[in-house]
């Protein structure tokens, strides 16, 4: 043993004592022209002799490390695609560290500039760093690649990765509208390859990203400022998806995959038959004298049937290229996406108390949710180089979202006495609904060269989006437990009451809800570049004319019980009898409408760069006309029928300083508006089927107007590394936002504009790779302020009758979270082909509706998310894929900042999810977590 011992020792201080005379190679590959750092070149070490040779990948930062060397000479080579080879020799001593950087040159002549526009190669992560820096305004940008490998599966989750954006979900948990800088989705506009497009949504002017799978996208923009050349109306910010274009060779590129929600692994999916549901109502196909019968009614909508954990699937495919003279390209790309997904809810209706302005319970309703997604995207471009001078495309876009979706809502009504909890009323009501959005887009677009330093561009764009949902189907049924009382009048025990149609309500209703909007926009351009004092000036002219029509149609209908006695309910609809109650439909509906928006807009710009500073401004002016006839009663409704005209003066300046090769300073002024929403003009009252209180519409609001301040530090010391500091000032004048309101003995919500507010606050944003690992993370501080009016409702102490009095209170804006984070841990290994990453975000608390009443306001909590995706090369083709969200099962849940207190009313009662002396617990939306395994090819 001690001999033993004696050898495993010596042989350790031999290995030691020869490591030390080992050596090792360690350096950088840079492209020759630009000085970037290359990721993922191959670096080759070899011996003189050629008896030795090993190869390594570059990792994030560029660079490359061999170990343990033995002295001698070598060469060490390095090569990348489309690069052409450099290689170096060199002699390695004992325990020498040898640093050997490789400089080699791209077989193609790079571009004098980077442009804001799609281009092939724009789809890396350096690509999206280099417009970063070379842009005239403040954004960020996402790379394909960096979607691609991210856990997202839609755009709208996407943004939720860039400093300074949070999302607003649907109710299926999945990401649908973005809020940049604590600015509302209506603050914010969407554009597809610089182009605005219209919205399908039925509320809103901005278009719902969920709507757009990810892959179809080459990069995504963040605007954070804005120029003359854009549209103004984007005082948050707006986001530009710049669709996949045509590649130098011939590319093709799929992925397949399957993928499971976890909220079905123990829930069952409810599915209807909505195949037989009419596309139209009754009254839209017959007339408005056409008075509906049961026939017009089929029961396929409540005929349910269950499945267990069902799959979802994803494909995609693109191809494309260019011919051999490189001057016809072509593209086309198909995603589909199929998902399932579960969620509950829980959501306490509240009200304020007339003696103490203390929330109040009304009733708490359970709703459970099956939803069904299948999401479509197609994409197409064609573009033609007739020469270095001229060149014109033209590509088309089909986006389309079909959402199946059951919900089961079992309302319990809170009068609470001694007889306690778990009895009385219950309403139940279930649900089958199918919507279909779409948006279609094309854009026939040119550029050409006049004459020397003389160039115009021109775009003519036909865009339609619309919604249509057909026939939302519901059955409404009463039940409840009555309480065993004993001969004292305590609760001892309770009895189920049987599951009833109410014999004087409406036992069913139906609802027909269709909207589209229609663009037809030209946009013309002429930029004159001379040279003045020696200094190159780009003088920049421009119009465009966009003509919107939208249209809605509205139709709901009721249908009762036959007879006058009441009917069981036993889960089979077709076993019950009713009859038509409304049977014309909803013809003086104000949700009947047609608007007319048309707007003017002129744009002059100037750009100019002496020595260090680059300058860039100009004013847009912007004309708007709206027109709008309802199907309601002129004398009845007021703003039945309006008009509104407005002319807005739209100046901005920008400066970028270079403070080195790698460092800008920007300064940015510009000023933008925000339109209301069509929906929220139209005088009407109801229309969203998921809304907690009825809404009321406002023919009396006014744009809203802001001028906007940014400051910026950017530094970029390596290819993928950056530093982002800035800071940012809004001043909003008539901001909109929705608030409750009393009408007679009715509580609404509506949208209105409150006074003036202030938003401002600082953005960090950090990259830094390390070999194969990578650190990102961003943190975004934003503090809003508007002042409104408040009611405290009270009891008069003196004359102990009740009454009211109005207070000011300032707070934050709608939506606006004051914390915003996000930290992502990466690894990428190109040698073995991992690419992985866990992404977190920390999105605060943030109002999320705004109460009448002082301190009342419902607030939604700050969430941590957690999500993961990995992919590995399993041969030169083909890789697999994992993305896993929500893996902290992370709720959305909403809460009244006051105490939840003790009333004679509740006083021995055990209210659910309420806790004595906590805030006040409002609403829980589950989703729980969503996994999906992939395939994927590229060529």
């Avoid at 306490?348 to 939803?371: F, G, H, M």
């Avoid at 037809?520 to 780009?538: H, S």
């Amino acid at each position: 043993m001690k001999r033993l011992l004696l050898t495993i020792v010596h042989v350790i201080f031999c290995l030691v004592a020869m490591a030390q005379y080992d050596g090792s190679i360690r350096g950088t590959v840079i492209d020759k022209n630009t000085k970037e750092t290359l990721i993922g070149a191959t670096v080759t070490l070899k011996n003189q002799s050629k008896t030795f040779k090993t190869s390594v990948s570059t990792g994030l930062d560029g660079s490359y490390v061999f170990r343990n060397v033995k002295p001698g000479k070598y060469e060490v080579e390095a090569k990348f695609v489309a690069y052409k080879d450099d290689d170096k020799e060199f002699e390695l001593k004992a325990g020498e560290v040898k640093i050997i950087s490789l400089q080699i040159e791209s077989k193609s002549s790079d571009l004098d500039e980077v442009k804001i526009s799609g281009k092939s190669d724009e789809g890396s992560d350096y690509k999206s760093r280099s417009i970063e820096r070379k842009s005239d305004q403040v954004l960020n940008a996402v790379s394909a690649r960096a979607i691609e490998i991210s856990p997202d599966l839609t755009i709208a989750n996407v943004t939720q990765r860039v400093s300074g954006v949070s999302i607003e979900r649907s109710n299926n948990g999945e990401g649908q509208y973005a809020i940049i800088r604590g600015m509302d989705k209506r603050y914010n506009y969407t554009l597809v390859n610089g182009v605005k497009i219209p919205s399908p949504d039925n509320k809103n002017r901005y278009v719902p990203l969920d709507i757009f799978p990810a892959d179809i996208v080459d990069r995504m923009e963040v605007y954070k400022s804005l120029t003359p050349n854009l549209e103004g109306d984007a005082i948050g910010g707006g986001i530009n998806l710049v669709l996949k274009d045509a590649p130098d060779r011939l590319t093709i590129r799929a992925n397949v995959a399957v993928g499971l929600a976890g909220s079905l692994f123990n829930q069952d999916y409810t599915q209807f038959d909505h195949s037989a549901s009419a596309k139209s109502s009754p009254r839209s196909v017959n007339g408005n004298g056409y008075s509906a019968t049961l026939a017009d009614f089929p029961n396929n909508a409540f005929n349910y049937s269950t499945k267990k954990a069902p799959i979802s699937t994803v494909f995609g495919v693109s191809i494309g290229g260019r011919s051999t003279d490189k001057k016809f390209g072509a593209l086309a790309a198909v995603s589909y996406q199929n998902t399932y997904r579960g969620t509950s809810t829980v959501f306490y209706d509240t009200d304020v108390d007339r003696a103490t302005n203390e929330p109040a319970l009304k009733s708490v309703q359970a709703r459970s949710y099956s939803i069904q997604q299948e999401r479509t995207g197609l994409h197409a471009k064609l573009d033609y180089k007739f020469n270095k001078d001229h060149k014109i495309d033209l590509y088309a876009s089909y986006m389309n979202l079909a959402q199946n979706q059951f919900r089961f809502q079992s309302d319990t009504t809170l009068n609470l006495g001694r007889v306690g909890m778990g009895t009385g009323r219950v309403s139940n009501t279930y649900r089958s609904s199918r919507i279909v959005q779409q948006i279609f887009s094309t854009n026939l677009h040119g550029e050409h060269e006049l004459a020397d330093h003389l160039d115009m561009n021109w775009s003519l764009v036909y865009a339609k989006a619309d919604a249509n949902e057909p026939d939302r189907a519901s059955l409404n049924i009463v039940t409840g437990r009555t309480a065993i009382l004993d001969a004292g009048g305590i609760k001892i025990g309770a009895t189920q009451n049987p599951a009833l149609f109410n014999s004087t309500g409406a036992a069913q209703s139906h609802v027909w809800a269709k909207n589209s909007d229609e663009d037809k926009t030209a946009y013309l351009n002429f930029i004159y570049k001379p040279k003045i004092a020696d200094t190159k000036v780009e003088f920049s002219v421009g119009g465009m004319y966009r003509d919107k029509t939208r249209t809605s149609s509205y139709d709901d209908y009721s249908l009762r019980l036959s007879g006058s006695t009441t009917q069981v309910y036993d889960g089979n609809i077709n076993n019950n009898t009713f009859m038509v109650q409304t049977v014309g439909g909803s013809p003086s509906d104000p949700l009947n409408y047609n608007f007319k928006e048309k707007v003017a807009a002129a744009y002059a710009q100037f750009k100019f760069t002496i020595g260090k500073l680059q300058t860039l401004g100009g004013v847009r002016y912007e004309n708007t006309q709206q027109d709008w006839v309802t199907s309601a009663n002129v004398n009845q409704t007021v703003g039945a029928i309006g008009s509104k005209k407005y002319d807005d003066l739209l100046p901005s300046l920008n400066f970028k300083y270079a403070l080195g090769d790698k460092q800008n300073l920007r300064a940015s002024y510009y000023s933008a508006i925000s339109r209301p929403g069509f929906y929220e003009l139209i005088p009407h009252t109801g229309g969203d089927p998921d809304a907690d209180y009825q809404e009321l519409g406002n023919p009396n609001l006014k744009r809203i107007t802001s001028d906007n301040y940014d400051l910026r530090y950017e530094f970029f010391p390596k290819q993928l590394d950056q530093l982002l500091v800035g800071v940012f000032y809004k001043d909003i004048k008539n901001p909109i936002e929705y608030a409750l309101v009393n009408q007679a003995t009715s509580v609404f919500y509506t949208a209105a504009n409150f006074g003036n507010a202030s938003n401002y606050g600082f953005e960090v944003d950090f990259t830094k790779y390390i070999s194969k690992f990578g650190f990102r993370a961003n943190y975004t501080f934003t503090d809003s302020k508007i002042t409104t009016t408040k009611t405290v409702l009270y009891r008069d102490a003196a004359t102990t009758s009740l009454t009211q009095r109005n207070e000011d209170q300032t707070r934050p804006l709608q939506g606006q979270s004051k914390h915003i984070g996000n930290l992502s841990l990466l690894f990428k290994d190109a040698k073995s082909g991992i690419d992985a990453q866990v992404a977190a975000v920390y999105t605060g608390p943030r109002i999320y509706t705004v109460s009448p009443y002082l301190d009342n306001d419902i607030w939604q909590k700050g969430t941590i998310t957690l999500d993961l995706s990995a992919e590995k090369k399993v041969s030169k083709n083909f890789s697999v894929y994992i993305k896993v969200n929500n893996l902290l099962n992370t709720p959305s849940e909403l809460e009244i900042r006051r105490p939840y207190q003790v009333t004679a009313s509740t006083i021995n009662q055990d209210v659910a999810n309420q806790t004595v002396g906590e805030n006040v617990f409002v609403r829980k939306d589950e989703y729980k977590q969503f996994y999906l395994l992939g395939l994927r090819y590229k060529l």
